[in-house]
């Protein structure tokens, strides 16, 4: 079965920091990774999706990283923003195959970040 | 384009009621399924699809029940309500193409069984 696991749960940084958000995983046969923003009280906002033959992706200040030999993913905030404050998800496609759209998801890291 | 359209936003119900959440999307996505999320417990995977007539359990099926009747619609049924289904209930969609499709999610039901 799959596991996911982010670290940090929570941060608190102040504003313009760069920070590394991290994720691992327990199966590495995966298709790829994607990584959501959920601000509170509302839905999963799909950031980044790194396929398993890529290593990285990238989109205006955030980049993200991908080593599926050892099962991990990072998610890197540049110059960080008050409007970064949110809870940061990682999930993968459920082991064993096809995932049919099926994802395990980690707990999230909520970033909190501080004018 | 509207994505993944979830409705009600907000329901409270009593226990033993029944009700359907309703679930759309216009991607002409495949793929569809259901996840609640409790705190401390992240997102987890309720029914999914794979197609119009095709449905299967995900990790915590009991107490709801689906069908897939158009690609469009994906509508999600609590048989008889218990407060243990009090959480947030999100759809989401995904095309067909394993690496390359990312998910889509709606904004989430927010639903209370009192």
């Known amino acids: 079965k799959q596991e996911v696991t982010q670290i940090p749960a929570a941060l608190s940084v102040p504003e313009g920091e760069n920070l590394v958000l991290n994720c691992s995983f327990t199966?590495?046969?995966?298709?790829?990774l994607q990584w959501f923003r959920q601000d509170p009280g509302k839905g999963l906002t799909s950031l980044l999706l790194?396929?398993?033959?890529?290593r990285e992706q990238t989109s205006g200040r955030l980049n993200a990283s991908l080593d599926k030999s050892s099962g991990r993913s990072t998610l890197y905030i540049a110059a960080s923003q008050p409007g970064d404050s949110a809870t940061y998800l990682c999930?993968?496609?459920?082991?064993?195959?096809?995932?049919?759209?099926?994802?395990?998801f980690g707990q999230g890291t909520i970033l909190t970040v501080h004018p | 384009n509207a994505g993944v359209t979830q409705t009600p936003k907000f329901q409270v119900l009593k226990t033993g009621q029944s009700m359907t959440l309703q679930c759309a999307q216009d991607?002409?996505?495949?793929?569809m399924s259901w996840y609640r999320q409790d705190p401390g417990m992240g997102l987890r995977l309720i029914h999914y699809?794979?197609?119009?007539?095709?449905?299967d359990q995900g990790e915590v099926p009991n107490g709801y029940n689906v069908s897939r009747s158009t690609t469009e619609d994906f509508p999600l049924r609590l048989l008889s309500a218990a407060p243990s289904q009090t959480s947030v209930y999100f759809c989401?969609?995904?095309?067909?193409?394993?690496?390359?499709?990312?998910?889509?999610f709606g904004d989430g039901t927010r639903l209370s069984i009192l």
């Open positions: 991607m002409n996505h495949e793929y």
């Open positions: 790194i396929q398993s033959s890529q």
């Open positions: 989401a969609s995904r095309g067909v193409g394993q690496g390359s499709q990312p998910q889509h």
């Open positions: 999930a993968v496609p459920n082991a064993g195959g096809t995932s049919y759209g099926k994802l395990t």
């Open positions: 699809s794979v197609g119009a007539g095709i449905t």
């Open positions: 199966d590495s046969a995966i298709y790829n």
